[in-house]
């Protein structure tokens, strides 16, 4: 049985995080207003809870659940357990803030009245966008 290990992230926002996700090959992702169990690669359910689920049947065959819980302050703490920090590492979790950070720009600032006037991804991965305001 895989220990669940919990990554604290600065996450806030469930759309841009679900986008985040989506971006990174996950689809099927559940979203609850009260947390909910994890459930392990047996199908054994956990004392971990989540509002924003991914079901292992969509992360892979030995694989448990993969959740993000609203902590205190606002931020969603990352629930992986062991045998997926293999692949879903630090360096996983980075890819998924850069992502979750594009999406909630996007969303903010046309809110705040700015236009996005430009976007590209560099070689490095690196997504510049230039944004403005009319004033």
Do not use: C
């Not at 892979?60 to 993000?68: K, Q, V």
């Not at 606002?74 to 045998?83: D, G, H, V």
């Not at 980075?94 to 430009?118: C, K, V």
């Amino acid at each position: 049985m895989s220990h669940f290990t919990t990554i604290q992230t600065q996450i806030k926002a469930i759309e841009p995080l679900v986008k985040a996700l989506a971006d990174l090959g996950f689809y099927a992702i559940e979203i609850h207003q009260i947390p909910q169990a994890l459930y392990g690669y047996q199908g054994d359910r956990r004392s971990q809870t989540a509002e924003v689920i991914v079901r292992r049947q969509y992360i892979g065959a030995n694989s448990n659940d993969i959740g993000f819980k609203r902590q205190p302050d606002n931020t969603f703490e990352a629930i992986i357990s062991e045998y997926d920090r293999q692949q879903y590492s630090q360096q996983w979790i980075d890819q998924l803030t850069q992502r979750y950070a594009y999406h909630q720009l996007m969303a903010e600032a046309p809110a705040q009245g700015f236009n996005i006037e430009s976007e590209e991804t560099l070689e490095d991965g690196t997504i510049r966008v230039v944004v403005g305001r009319w004033v």
